[in-house]
């Protein structure tokens, strides 16, 4: 049984920090894709950031430069440092696996004030 579980959301000013982790369990992580989503309240959830099994790392236009993703394949862990985060990026963040079958975290909630 997959399982991934997010954590490091909450309240910050606009232009502060935080930084997401993603834990999974149950899968042989280093051979997985990761990838970070997030649902803005009563809007879609969209894709933030990618990373491949190898490193290789994307980001969605509106966050690069701002946010980095990365991974510890040792603690099975994915990251997402979050910088210059701005009112409009409050939204639940979610982790998925990548592969054959996508595997979603419960979300960690992230609340940016102005």
């Known amino acids: 049984q997959v399982q991934v579980v997010e954590s490091g959301g909450g309240l910050v000013q606009a232009g502060g920090s935080l930084r997401l982790s993603c834990v999974v369990s149950g899968s042989d992580f280093r051979l997985n894709a990761m990838g970070w989503h997030r649902q803005p309240p009563g809007q879609q959830r969209e894709w933030v950031a990618g990373i491949g099994s190898g490193g290789s790392t994307n980001y969605a236009d509106s966050v690069k430069g701002r946010f980095t993703i990365s991974r510890d394949n040792a603690k099975n862990t994915v990251y997402l440092q979050m910088n210059g985060l701005k009112p409009e990026e409050t939204a639940v963040y979610y982790c998925?696996?990548?592969?054959?079958?996508?595997?979603w975290g419960q979300g960690t909630p992230v609340t940016v004030s102005s």
């Open positions: 998925v696996t990548g592969g054959v079958r996508n595997y």
